[in-house]
C-alpha cells in the first residue's frame, strides 16, 4: 500500500521558522517533491530529495531519510505570502507514478 | 520552453451529462502524462497517468476514462457524471525518467456537478 502522512494546519509568525514534516510509506522509491500551492490555483514545484540530506534553495530547505521514510520542508525568515498549502509528494513503484499527500495549510499571522 | 494548456477553466455540469477535459503540452517530446483531482481543501488524488501513446494507467476505479491519442495530448471524459465528480482537475506533465521527475501543472478546471 501507499501512505503519505502530514499535518493538516499549522500556524507561524511573520519573520519566524516552521518545520513542515511528512511520512510516507510507499511500494518503491523513486524521490521526494515538495510542491506549494496558493488557493485556486495550480501547485508550484519547490523541491527535491532522491538522496538522503539536505537540500537548501534560498528561504526554503528540504530534507529526506530514507530509512526513516521521513521527509520535512524547513521555511524561514517567513512572509506573508507563504500563506498557502504545501504538498509532499512521492515517486512510488514506477518513476511515472507520483503520489501526493493531503497537504499541510500554513497560515502566517502578522 | 515547454507549455501546457488546459482547458476550460471552469465547468458547471448538470448530473448524467457526459465530460471531456483537454490538455495538450507543448515544446516536449513523449512526455508522462497526469490528470490529478484536488477536493475542496484536499490534497491530489492521481486518477490517471502515461508514459506513452495509447498507455494508460488508471489508479482509481470510477466512471472517468482517460486517453492520450496523440503524443501531448491528454483528454480525460466521463459519458455520464455524478455529483461526486465535483472538484478541481488538474493535469501535468513531466519529462520521462529513471528517476521521478518534477510535475509541471496546468492551470486547473473547476468541476461542479450539479
Known amino acids: 500500500g501507499q501512505n503519505i502522512d502530514q499535518p493538516t494546519e499549522m500556524t507561524a509568525t511573520e519573520g519566524a521558522i516552521v518545520q513542515i514534516n511528512c511520512t510516507y510509506q510507499?511500494?518503491?522509491?523513486?524521490?521526494l517533491f515538495w510542491y506549494q500551492q496558493h488557493a485556486g490555483e495550480a501547485p508550484t514545484f519547490l523541491s527535491y530529495?532522491?538522496?538522503?540530506g539536505l537540500e537548501e534553495k534560498g528561504r526554503f530547505s528540504s530534507f529526506l531519510s530514507r530509512s526513516k521514510g521521513y521527509s520535512y520542508l524547513l521555511l524561514k525568515e517567513l512572509q506573508m505570502k507563504d500563506s498557502a498549502s504545501y504538498l509532499c509528494?512521492?515517486?512510488?513503484?514506477?518513476?511515472?507514478?507520483?503520489?501526493f499527500g493531503s497537504g499541510t495549510r500554513l497560515s502566517i499571522r502578522p | 520552453s515547454q507549455t501546457i494548456h488546459q482547458w476550460p477553466a471552469t465547468l458547471v455540469q448538470p448530473v448524467g451529462s457526459p465530460l471531456s477535459l483537454e490538455c495538450t503540452v507543448e515544446g516536449t517530446s513523449n512526455p508522462n502524462l497526469y490528470w490529478y483531482r484536488q477536493a475542496a481543501g484536499r490534497g491530489l488524488q492521481l486518477l490517471f497517468y502515461?508514459?506513452?501513446?495509447?498507455?494508460i494507467s488508471s489508479e482509481v476505479p470510477q466512471n472517468l476514462s482517460a486517453s492520450r491519442p496523440q503524443d501531448r495530448q491528454f483528454i480525460l471524459s466521463s459519458k455520464k457524471l455524478l455529483l461526486s465528480d465535483s472538484g478541481f482537475y488538474l493535469c501535468?506533465?513531466?519529462?520521462?525518467?529513471?528517476?521521478?521527475?518534477?510535475?509541471?501543472f496546468g492551470s486547473g478546471t473547476q468541476l461542479s456537478v450539479l
Open positions: 501535468a506533465w513531466s519529462n520521462t525518467g529513471q528517476e521521478a521527475e518534477k510535475l509541471f
Open positions: 509528494a512521492v515517486g512510488g513503484s514506477s518513476a511515472s507514478k507520483i503520489i
Open positions: 530529495n532522491v538522496l538522503d
Open positions: 510507499t511500494s518503491g522509491f523513486n524521490g
Open positions: 502515461s508514459v506513452g501513446i495509447g498507455q
